[in-house]
T-cell receptor, first 115, second 112 residues
Framework: EPEVTQTPSHQVTQMGQEVILRCVPI?????FYWYRQILGQKVEFLVS????????KSEIFDDQFSVERPDGSNFTLKIRSTKLEDSAMYFC?????????????FGEGSRLTVL | SQELEQSPQSLIVQEGKNLTINCTSS?????LYWYKQKYGEGLIFLMM?????EEKSHEKITAKLDEKKQQSSLHITASQPSHAGIYLC????????????FGAGTRLTVKP
């Protein structure tokens, strides 16, 4: 069964360092998302991406964040200069299209720890 | 304020008991979705409800949508330890939009 894969599963970084989280969405999907979940808290929307551009972003997704789909298969989230409060589980998701909008397929997540 | 309120926040039931989890939206719903998350793992899609009055079932889990009240309920019959996890309702809150927002989740524990 097709699945969304994320790497790394866990990354530890120093505050101020750049981090790139990688995702391989399901191959025929058109919409891509990043969510984050701070430990013990709710799953929060960060950004959605369609047709090679950001379609929506939340207030969390500030200038420190960027997304890219560099090669037609990977979908990356970059955090330019990490802060302690960026420590969270980051989930990538993809969906097939507008009619199945909410049927998101999630990866297992990348746990980011900022020291 | 929360766009999606879930209740209860946590629930502990004895195996075999029925239970209900509720989700209420403060905005018009353009689709209501239920997901399950096991601790530290990704979210697994359970069901999608799009029309008022719609009811769907998957194994022992039934979800209903009351569009007028902007509410959905998830009902588990004869709960089993395998049902344990965090249940999240998600909703698309903008028309012709793909972006999913989630409630805070309901943590379900099923005691054998």
């Amino acid at each position: 069964e097709p699945e969304v894969t994320q790497t790394p599963s866990h990354q530890v970084t120093q505050m101020g360092q750049e981090v790139i989280l990688r995702c391989v969405p399901i191959s025929n999907h058109l919409y891509f998302y990043w969510y984050r979940q701070i430990l013990g808290q709710k799953v929060e929307f960060l950004v959605s991406f369609y047709n090679n551009e950001i379609s929506e972003k939340s207030e969390i997704f500030d200038d420190q964040f960027s997304v890219e789909r560099p090669d037609g298969s990977n979908f990356t989230l970059k955090i330019r200069s990490t802060k302690l409060e960026d420590s969270a589980m980051y989930f990538c998701a993809s969906s097939g299209g507008l009619k199945r909008a909410g049927e998101l397929f999630f990866g297992e997540g990348s746990r980011l720890t900022v020291l | 304020s929360q766009e999606l309120e879930q209740s209860p926040q946590s629930l502990i039931v004895q195996e075999g008991k029925n239970l209900t989890i509720n989700c209420t939206s403060s905005k018009t719903l353009y689709g209501l979705y239920w997901y399950k998350q096991k601790y530290g793992e990704g979210l697994i899609f359970l069901m999608m409800l799009q029309k008022g009055g719609e009811e769907k079932s998957h194994e022992k889990i039934t979800a209903k949508l009351d569009e007028k009240k902007q509410q959905s309920s998830l009902h588990i019959t004869a709960s089993q330890p395998s049902h344990a996890g965090i249940y999240l309702c998600g909703a698309v809150l903008l028309y012709n939009n793909n972006d999913m927002r989630f409630g805070a989740g309901t943590r379900l524990t099923v005691k054998p």
